[in-house]
T-cell receptor
């Protein structure tokens, strides 16, 4: 079965610092991959999704970017963090051949001070 | 753009009481999914509804998809403390890859 690894699990960063969150998946090939952000006590906001290597669709214009250098690797980055970037970042995969359900990673909790 | 509204935002029930959360989309959906997120955890898939008017049950949980495929509900009968968490609906428009999530309903159960 598929597994999703996200790291780091928790991080505290100063405003203006760079960010790199990594997501890797196993047990599947050519999945659709997603980055969601969840503010405290709020819903899930879709940030980016990717249907293949090098293919990134951005949903919300902001100071974040995403890359998919390999089929099973999805990276979320920022050059300069803002206070509003704090939140719970979730990577998810969707197997193209199944019903379309999303499998979420454990998440990365980011606090920007 | 597509919007998915979910109500109520928050509900606090006594153990044994029923609970319902409602989901409404601004556009017709090809399918709708429901997820549960335990406090401090990540969302976990519960079910997917595809057909107009579809009703599915999982033990004490009943899921419905509206005839117009624009609304859905999740009903929990006789809540238990293990039901606590946030319940999200997520809708997919026809011919789309994206799931748009509702804001979620936070359920708290008093024992």
């Amino acid at each position: 079965s598929q597994t999703i690894h996200q790291w780091p699990a928790t991080l505290v960063q100063p405003v203006g610092s760079p960010l790199s969150l990594e997501c890797t998946v196993e047990g599947t090939s050519n999945p659709n991959l997603y980055w969601y952000r969840q503010a405290a006590g709020r819903g899930l906001q879709l940030l980016f999704y990717s249907v293949g290597i090098g293919q990134i669709s951005s949903e919300v214009p902001q100071n974040l970017s995403a890359s998919r250098p390999q089929d099973r690797q999805f990276i979320l980055s920022s050059k300069k963090l803002l206070l509003s970037d704090s939140g719970f970042y979730l990577c998810a995969l969707q197997e193209v051949v199944n019903t379309g359900e999303l499998f979420f990673g454990e998440g990365s909790r980011l606090t920007v001070l | 753009g597509q919007q998915v509204m979910q109500i109520p935002q928050y509900q606090h029930v006594q153990e044994g009481e029923d609970f319902t959360t409602y989901c409404n989309s601004s556009t017709t959906l090809s399918n709708i999914q429901w997820y549960k997120q335990r406090p401090g955890g990540h969302p976990v898939f519960l079910i997917q509804l595809v057909k107009s008017g579809e009703v599915k049950k999982q033990k004490r949980l009943t899921f419905q998809f509206g005839e117009a495929k624009k609304n859905s509900s999740l009903h929990i009968t006789a809540t238990q403390t293990t039901d606590v968490g946030t319940y999200f609906c997520a809708g997919r428009v026809e011919y789309g890859n994206k799931l748009v999530f509702g804001a979620g309903t936070i359920l708290r159960v008093k024992s």
